[in-house]
T-cell receptor, first 118, second 114 residues
Framework: GAGVSQSPRYKVAKRGQDVALRCDPI?????LFWYQQALGQGPEFLTY????????KSGLPSDRFFAERPEGSVSTLKIQRTQQEDSAVYLC????FGTGGGGWGGYTFGSGTRLTVV | AQSVSQHNHHVILSEAASLELGCNYS??????LFWYVQYPGQHLQLLLKYFSGDPLVKGIKGFEAEFIKSKFSFNLRKPSVQWSDTAEYFCAVNVAGTASKLTFGTGTRLQVTL
């Protein structure tokens, strides 16, 4: 597609419920990132994939958070037993290259999924 | 680990005023530097980026930024703002030579009045 697509746009979950957030990156993009943006804050890194390999998951806040990208394209971020502090906008970004260098155009972000845990 | 500070949290300007938003970073090595903009209800968009070379970088919509290595700064400027520039602006860094994770500042909300 023309951009990074995320679904759903909005999700309301009851505390303790499991949720799954989907990201469709730009076709052919090697790198895929997940970020969490709390209200009034900048995005914070969660995890990074290069193709299907999860190369960095240092930003995942707890073992309730799990991400996968099994075929190197679509990615899913799963949050188990949601808690109120999980309420945030979850952003996905993709990049053509696996590493930087000349001509790298930067990341393209999706519009995000706003998760509200009640 | 790298960090980014944006000192202006909320800026209000009249149309045609000049803009400068501050950004300072902390990291012991070489970084790539970015400014992203988020218009109301829209996704983050890249305004401009610095990898190497000329420290004065020109981006879209008349924005520019200057990398001053000695000050660890990458301030965003625009000589004359428009009402349509009302948005949130984020400075970000990552480790040079990689497409690694971005570290963002907390953002500056710019409000341009008519």
């Amino acid at each position: 597609g023309a951009g990074v697509s995320q679904s759903p746009r909005y999700k309301v979950a009851k505390r303790g419920q499991d949720v799954a957030l989907r990201c469709d990156p730009i076709s052919g993009h090697v790198s895929l990132f997940w970020y969490q943006q709390a209200l009034g804050q900048g995005p914070e890194f969660l995890t990074y994939f290069q193709n299907e390999a999860q190369l960095d998951k240092s930003g995942l806040p707890s073992d309730r958070f799990f991400a996968e990208r099994p075929e190197g394209s679509v990615s899913t971020l799963k949050i188990q037993r949601t808690q109120q502090e999980d309420s945030a906008v979850y952003l996905c970004a993709s990049s053509l290259f696996g590493t930087g260098g000349g001509g790298w155009g930067g990341y393209t972000f999706g519009s995000g999924t706003r998760l509200t845990v009640v | 680990a790298q960090s980014v500070s944006q000192h202006n949290h909320h800026v209000i300007l009249s149309e045609a005023a000049s803009l400068e938003l501050g950004c300072n970073y902390s990291y012991g090595g070489t970084v790539n530097l970015f400014w992203y903009v988020q218009y109301p209800g829209q996704h983050l968009q890249l305004l401009l980026k610095y990898f190497s070379g000329d420290p004065l970088v020109k981006g879209i919509k008349g924005f520019e930024a200057e990398f001053i290595k000695s000050k660890f700064s990458f301030n965003l400027r625009k000589p004359s703002v428009q009402w349509s520039d009302t948005a949130e602006y984020f400075c970000a860094v990552n480790v040079a030579g990689t497409a690694s994770k971005l570290t963002f500042g907390t953002g500056t909300r710019l409000q341009v009045t008519l």
